[in-house]
C-alpha cells in the first residue's frame, strides 16, 4: 500500500524473526540504568510488552510495504547459504498465505504480554516468563516466514523446550503430566515429519519451498510422495491436531496458563495446518490426492467428535471445564480447516486459511475470556461456575457477559462473523472437490461438516446460558469484577478484527486466494 | 656388459628398502606420546609439592598436539608405504585422520583440563594418572590413521590398555578396582576374537594393508569364502565392543560408575571414538567387498543398541546413588547406537555416509565432554553423583546450569541446541539416502525417548532448590573445561558448517 524499498522489507522480515531471540537473550540480563522500573519483575515485563510491540509495528510495517497486487509473490526475500553441507538456505519471504499469518501471530503475542504485564500467572521468576515467550515468538514468526525444509523444521522445534516450560512451570493442575504429554507427541510427529523432509529434499535435490512448489512433484516418484505424505502429514496431524492424534491437545490447554492457551491455539495449531498447505500442496500433490480422501474423512470425523466431546462436556453435572471445553472446540474448528484443505480446490484451500486466521482470533479471545474467568471464580469448572441457575454474567459483569457470548456466538460461525466464511468455503470445496477425487466420499464429508456446524452452534449456546444467563442473586454470594482496562485492551483488537473479517471477508481472501491458485496449479499460474 | 646392464635394471627396479619418514604427519602421535615418557621420567625427579606440574606439562603437551594439525590440513600425506607398492601406507594423515585425530586430542586436552583438580583431590598418583592418559590419547590418535590392521590393533591395545589401569586409579576404592578388573577381562575377551579375525583375514588374502586385503576379498576362492566371511565378522567384534554397541555394553555402566569422573567421560568420548573408528576403518576400506553382511549387521546392532541404551537411561530414578553418571553411561551406549547408523548405512549407499557419523562424534564429543565436565564441578559439592543433586543448580551457579542446559538439549537434538539437532539431521539424512527407512523410524522413536530424560534433568536444573546452598569458588581449570565446551557448541550452532562439512566429499585419501 505504501512504497517501501526492498531492501528494507527483507531487514523488516529478518528483524521480525531474530529481534525476539535477541529480547530474550536481554530478558535474562539486569535491567540497565533508566529501564530499572518499579521492581526487577515489572521492569523485565515491560521489556516483553516493549518487544512484542515493537515486533508488532515491523510485521505490520511489512504489511503496509507489501505489494498487494502481486500477493503470490514471495517479497522481503532474502537468500543466502547458511550450512551447504546440508544445502541449507536461510530463506525468508512472504507472500499473502504466510503474512496474515505472520501479522496474527505477532498481534497475539503483543496482546499476550499486555495481558502478562497486568496479569502474570503464577509461577516462578517472570523473567524466565518473558524470555520464554520471546523464544516462543521467534519460533512461531519464524515457520511461518522461512522457505527452507530444514529451517522450517527447526522453527518447528524451536517452539517445543519454551511451551513445555511455559505449561510445566506456570500452568494449574495435572501441568507436569501435560507438558510431557505434549512435548513427547508433538516431538515424536516431528521426528518423523523430518523423515519425509529428507525423502523429499534428497529425491529431489533442494530443500527450497520455492523451487518444490514450482516442481510441483515432477522429481518425486509416486511411491516417495506417499511416503513423504504420509509422515509430513502424521507431523502436521499431530501438531493441528487431527482426530484421532489430538488426545495432547484439552490436556495441555487445560493445564497452560492463560497466555499458553491463546498462543497454543491461535498461534502453534496453525503451524500444522500451514505446513499442510505450504509444503505438501504443490511438492507432493500425487501424495496428497491419494490420502487426501482418508484426510477428508479424519477430518469429518474430528468436526463431530469435537463438537459431541464439548456437548457431553457442556451438559449439567458433567464437571466439565471451560478450558477442555474449548479445547475439543479447536479440534472441531481445525477439522474444517483439514476439509478444507484435503478438497484440494481453491475455495477450500482458501477457507482453511480464512478458518485458520478466524480461529486464531476467535479461540484466542475465548481462552483470554475462560482464563479471566477462570482467575476471578478460582475455577474453570462449569458446573461450580453455573450453579444452580447459572453464572449470570450479564447481570454480575455485564460487559463481561457480552464478551463472552459475542465470542461464543462468533465461535459458532454466525454469518457477519469472521468464523462464518472459513467454515462456509470449506465445505463449499467439499461440495465440488478437485477433480480425481471421489465426489461422493467428499458430499458425505460436507454433510457431516455441516451437521457438525449445528452441534457446534448447539454446545456454545449452552455454554452461553449457562454462563451468562442466569439469577444474579441465587447461587454463591460472590463479587464479580467486571472487565478491567487492561483486558478491554487485550481483548478489544480481536474482537474488531473478527467483525472486520466477517464483514469483508475480501481483505483476507484477496491476499490468499492468488497465492493458492499459484500454489495449486504448481507456481506456473 | 650384459651383467652390468642387468644390474643397474635390478638397481632401478629395486628401490631403497629404508623408508623416508614424514615427521610432520606423525607429529600429533609422536608429540603426544615423548610428552607421556617425559611426564613418567619428571615424575622421578620431582618433589610431592611441585606434582601438579606434570598435569600442566600434559596439557601443554596436548595443546601443542593439537595445534601440530593445522599445517597438515594442507592435503593429504602418507608415510610408512611398503617399498614395492607405494599406494599401500600403514599411516595416512588425510580429511578423515585429522578430524579424528582433533577429536582425540582436543577431547584429551579438556579430560586433562578437568583432572587437573581430579587428580589433586582425590590423591591419585601423578606421574601414572598422566602418563597413562597421554599414552592412551596417543594410541587413540594413531588409530584413525592406522591402514593396516597391525597397526590398528596395535593402535586399539595402545589406546585402551591405559585406559583400564586409569579406571581403576581411585586407590583404595573397591568399586574402583572392581570397575577396571571388569573392563579389562571382556576388554581383553573382545581384542582376542578381533585379532583371531584379523588372522583368519591375512589368511585368505595375505596382506595386512586395509587397500590390498580390501582388493584380493574381491576374489576370495570359493573355499577360503566361509573363512574370510568368519574373519570380517569376529574383527568387527572387538571395535564393536570399545563403541559400546549392543551386546557389548554390558561393561559400561559399572565402569563409568567406577572410574574417576573425568576418566568416565573420556571412556565415553575418546573410548567411543576407537571403536567406531576402527569399525569405519575395517569395514568402508578393509572390507568393501563384505558389505551384505556387516551392512545388515550393523544396522541390527545400530538399532539395538539405541533402543536398549536410551531404555535403560529412561529408567534410572534420579535420587540413586551414581545415578547422574549412570544416566550419562547409558545414554552414551544410546548415542553409540546414532553414530552406528550412517556406518551401516555405507554398505548400502557409498562410504562417504561415514561423513555423518565424524559429523554427530564431533558434537557428540563437544557436548558430552562438557556435560562431564559440569558433573565434575557439581561433585565437588555433592559427591554421590546423584541427578537430583542437580535441583536448583540453576539459583547457585546459573553458568553451569545454563551450559549444562544446553549440552543436555544438545544431546537431545532439540533447538536452542541447533547443532544437536542438525547432526542428527544428517545422522537421519545418510539412513534415508540409503533406502534405511526402517532404521530410521526406529531412531526417530529413539529421540523421543531420549528426549524425555535429558529434558527431565534439564527441567531439574531450573527448580527452586532445596535446602541451603554451598557455594565454594569453583577450580578454574573445571571453569575452563566448561567454558571451552560451552563456547564450542554455542559456536556450532550458530555455524554447524564448520563441522558438518565432513560430511560432503570424500574424507579419504585413497
Not at chain 1, 457431553?312 to 471445553?325: E, I, T, V
Not at chain 1, 478489544?492 to 491476499?511: I, K, N, R
Not at chain 2, 555402566?253 to 575395517?282: E, H
Not at chain 2, 539437532?421 to 531412531?443: C, E, H, I, N
Request: proline share 5%.
Amino acid at each position: 500500500m505504501i512504497d517501501i524499498s526492498p531492501s528494507v522489507m527483507q531487514f523488516l522480515l529478518a528483524f521480525i524473526v531474530v529481534a525476539p531471540l535477541l529480547g530474550s537473550a536481554a530478558a535474562l540480563l539486569p535491567a540497565p540504568p533508566g529501564l530499572k522500573g518499579k521492581s526487577p519483575e515489572q521492569a523485565v515485563l515491560r521489556h516483553g510488552v516493549t518487544v512484542t510491540g515493537v515486533i508488532l509495528a515491523a510485521a505490520i510495517a511489512l504489511t503496509l510495504g507489501f505489494d498487494h497486487d502481486a500477493p503470490s509473490r514471495f517479497q522481503a526475500t532474502t537468500d543466502i547459504s547458511w550450512i551447504q553441507a546440508l544445502n541449507v538456505r536461510i530463506h525468508l519471504g512472504i507472500d499473502g498465505i504466510s503474512l496474515p499469518l505472520l501479522l496474527m501471530t505477532a498481534l497475539l503475542f503483543f496482546l499476550c504480554a499486555l495481558y502478562s504485564y497486568f496479569k502474570l500467572p503464577a509461577g516462578p521468576s517472570p523473567k524466565a516468563f518473558v524470555a520464554l515467550l520471546l523464544v516462543l515468538e521467534s519460533g512461531t514468526l519464524a515457520t511461518f516466514a522461512v522457505l527452507d525444509l530444514l529451517l522450517f523444521f527447526l522453527a518447528f522445534e524451536m517452539v517445543l523446550i519454551p511451551m513445555y516450560f511455559l505449561i510445566a512451570r506456570w500452568g494449574g493442575a495435572q501441568r507436569q503430566a501435560a507438558a510431557w504429554r505434549f512435548i513427547l507427541y508433538t516431538l515424536l510427529g516431528s521426528v518423523v515429519m523430518l523423515l519425509g523432509l529428507l525423502l523429499i529434499g534428497l529425491n529431489s535435490g533442494t530443500f527450497d519451498m520455492v523451487t518444490l512448489a514450482s516442481d510441483n512433484g515432477r522429481e518425486l516418484s509416486h511411491t516417495t510422495q506417499l511416503l513423504a505424505v504420509l509422515s509430513i502429514g502424521l507431523g502436521l496431524a499431530v501438531k493441528t491436531p487431527m482426530w484421532p492424534l489430538h488426545s495432547w491437545l484439552p490436556d495441555a490447554h487445560t493445564a497452560a496458563p492463560t497466555v499458553g492457551s491463546v498462543l497454543l491455539a491461535g498461534v502453534l495449531l496453525k503451524m500444522g495446518t500451514y505446513g499442510f498447505v505450504r509444503i505438501l500442496l504443490p511438492a507432493t500433490p500425487d501424495g496428497m490426492a491419494t490420502f487426501a480422501p482418508y484426510l477428508g474423512a479424519f477430518a469429518a470425523v474430528g468436526i463431530v467428535y469435537g463438537s459431541l466431546a464439548c456437548l457431553a462436556l457442556a451438559r449439567k453435572g458433567n464437571k466439565g471445564d471451560l478450558k477442555r471445553l474449548i479445547a475439543y472446540s479447536s479440534v472441531g474448528h481445525m477439522g474444517f480447516v483439514l476439509l478444507g484443505i484435503a478438497s484440494m480446490t481453491p475455495t477450500g484451500v482458501n477457507g482453511a486459511l480464512f478458518a485458520n486466521i478466524a480461529h486464531g482470533l476467535i479461540t484466542g479471545l475465548l481462552f483470554f475470556l475462560v482464563g479471566a474467568l477462570k482467575d476471578r471464580y478460582g475455577t474453570a469448572d462449569l458446573d461450580t461456575l453455573a450453579g444452580a441457575t447459572g453464572a449470570a454474567l450479564y447481570g454480575r459483569a455485564p460487559r463481561f457477559g457480552a464478551f463472552l457470548a459475542f465470542a461464543a456466538v462468533a465461535s459458532l460461525g454466525l454469518p457477519g462473523l469472521a468464523g462464518f466464511w472459513g467454515e462456509m468455503l470449506a465445505l463449499f470445496g467439499a461440495f465440488d472437490p478437485a477433480e480425481g477425487l471421489s465426489r461422493p466420499a467428499f458430499l458425505t464429508y460436507m454433510a457431516v461438516g455441516a451437521f457438525g456446524t449445528l452441534l457446534t452452534a448447539a454446545y456454545l449456546l449452552i455454554v452461553v446460558r449457562r454462563v451468562c444467563m442466569g439469577d444474579p442473586k441465587a447461587g454463591p454470594e460472590l463479587a464479580v469484577a467486571d472487565i478491567q482496562h487492561y483486558e478491554f485492551a487485550a481483548w478489544t483488537p480481536l474482537v474488531a478484527l473478527t467483525v472486520l473479517a466477517g464483514l469483508w471477508p475480501a481483505v483476507l481472501l484477496g491476499l490468499t486466494d492468488p497465492a493458492v491458485q499459484k500454489l495449486l496449479a504448481g507456481g506456473n499460474s | 656388459m650384459t651383467a652390468m646392464t642387468a644390474l643397474t635394471a635390478l638397481s632401478a627396479e629395486a628401490p631403497s628398502l629404508v623408508q623416508s619418514v614424514d615427521w610432520l604427519a606423525i607429529a600429533p602421535v609422536v608429540i603426544t606420546a615423548a610428552v607421556g615418557l617425559v611426564v613418567l621420567v619428571a615424575d622421578l625427579f620431582l618433589a610431592e609439592r611441585h606434582k601438579p606440574v606434570l598435569g600442566w606439562i600434559s596439557v601443554a603437551g596436548l595443546a601443542a598436539a593439537t595445534a601440530t594439525l593445522l599445517p597438515l590440513r594442507a592435503g593429504d600425506r602418507t608415510t610408512f608405504c611398503l617399498t614395492g607398492d607405494p599406494a599401500a601406507c600403514s599411516y595416512v594423515a588425510d580429511r578423515f585422520t585429522l578430524a579424528i585425530q582433533f577429536l582425540v586430542l582436543a577431547g584429551a586436552l579438556v579430560t586433562a583440563l578437568v583432572s587437573v583438580t581430579a587428580v589433586r583431590d582425590t590423591r591419585m598418583p601423578a606421574g601414572e594418572y598422566w602418563f597413562l592418559l597421554l599414552s592412551s590419547a596417543a594410541g587413540a590418535a594413531l588409530l584413525p590413521a592406522s591402514r593396516d590392521l597391525a597397526t590398528l590393533i596395535v593402535a586399539l591395545e595402545v589406546a585402551s590398555l591405559p585406559a583400564f589401569a586409569l579406571v581403576g586409579m581411585r586407590r583404595g576404592n573397591r568399586l574402583s578396582s572392581e570397575a577396571a578388573l571388569k573392563f579389562f577381562l571382556s576388554s581383553v575377551t573382545a581384542t582376542a576374537v578381533s585379532l583371531m579375525g584379523v588372522s583368519f583375514v591375512y589368511a585368505t588374502t595375505g596382506s595386512l594393508h586395509l587397500t590390498q586385503v580390501a582388493d584380493r576379498l574381491e576374489d576370495v576362492p570359493g573355499q577360503f569364502d566361509t573363512l574370510a566371511m568368519a574373519g570380517v565378522a569376529l574383527t568387527l567384534v572387538g571395535f564393536a565392543f570399545k563403541t559400546a554397541a549392543v551386546p557389548f555394553h554390558f561393561w559400561v555402566p559399572d565402569t563409568y560408575v567406577g572410574a574417576p569422573l573425568p576418566i568416565a567421560g573420556y571412556l565415553s568420548v575418546i573410548g567411543k571414538a576407537v571403536g567406531f573408528t576402527g569399525l569405519i576403518l575395517v569395514t568402508v576400506i578393509a572390507f568393501p567387498a563384505y558389505s551384505d553382511i556387516w551392512g545388515p549387521a550393523l544396522a541390527v546392532l545400530a538399532a539395538l543398541t539405541m533402543t536398549l541404551g536410551n531404555a535403560a537411561a529412561v529408567r534410572q530414578s534420579a535420587d540413586r546413588p551414581n545415578s547422574a553418571v549412570r544416566l550419562l553411561a547409558w545414554s552414551s551406549v544410546g548415542q553409540a547406537g546414532y553414530l552406528l547408523v550412517p556406518i551401516a548405512a555405507a554398505a548400502y549407499s557409498d562410504r562417504d555416509q561415514i561423513g555423518s557419523t565424524v559429523a554427530y562424534a564431533l558434537m557428540y564429543a563437544a557436548v558430552n565432554l562438557g556435560a562431564f565436565s559440569v558433573a565434575a564441578l557439581v561433585a565437588r559439592t555433592k559427591p554421590l553423583h546423584r541427578i537430583s543433586d542437580y535441583r536448583g543448580l540453576y539459583a547457585e551457579r546459573p553458568l553451569a546450569a545454563l551450559s549444562l542446559a544446553f549440552f543436555l538439549l544438545c544431546l537431545a537434538g532439540l533447538p536452542p541446541g541447533i547443532i544437536g539437532l542438525f547432526a542428527k539431521v544428517t545422522v537421519f539424512r545418510s539412513a534415508v539416502d540409503a533406502g534405511l527407512g526402517w532404521l530410521a523410524v526406529v531412531m526417530a522413536i529413539n529421540v523421543v525417548i531420549a528426549l524425555y530424560y535429558y529434558l527431565r534433568w534439564t527441567a531439574l536444573l531450573f527448580r527452586t532448590p532445596e535446602g541451603a546452598q554451598t557455594r565454594t569458588r569453583a577450580p578454574w581449570p573445571v571453569t575452563a573445561a566448561v567454558v571451552l565446551t560451552a563456547i564450542t557448541a554455542v559456536v556450532l550452532s550458530g555455524a554447524p558448517e564448520i563441522i558438518l562439512r565432513v560430511t560432503t566429499g570424500s574424507l579419504f585419501a585413497q
